[in-house]
């Protein structure tokens, strides 16, 4: 084996390290996101005068691939 192949399991080596780090930052980001989002939208339906059942639920109906995304 020459070093060329050391060289390409090396680089195949990073490339999944690469590829699993941007995934872990995108997935956070995008919980960031929806968490951020969701807290804009509480305080603004808290300001309106919305009790806490009627908050609850707005976000459980309005949520399900958001709360999926944020749970995962």
């Known amino acids: 084996m020459d070093i060329s192949f050391w060289a390409a399991v090396v680089c195949m080596a990073l490339a999944f390290g ?10 956070n980001w995008r919980k960031t996101r929806v968490a ?26 309005g949520g399900t691939a958001d709360a999926k995304m944020a749970e995962a």
């Not at 939208?41 to 300001?47: C, E, I």
């Open 18 to 27: 690469l590829y699993g780090v941007i995934e872990t930052l995108i997935k």
């Open 36 to 61: 951020e989002q969701q807290a804009v939208l509480k305080k603004t339906m808290l300001d309106k005068g919305f009790s806490a059942e009627e908050i609850v639920r707005v976000i459980e109906a």
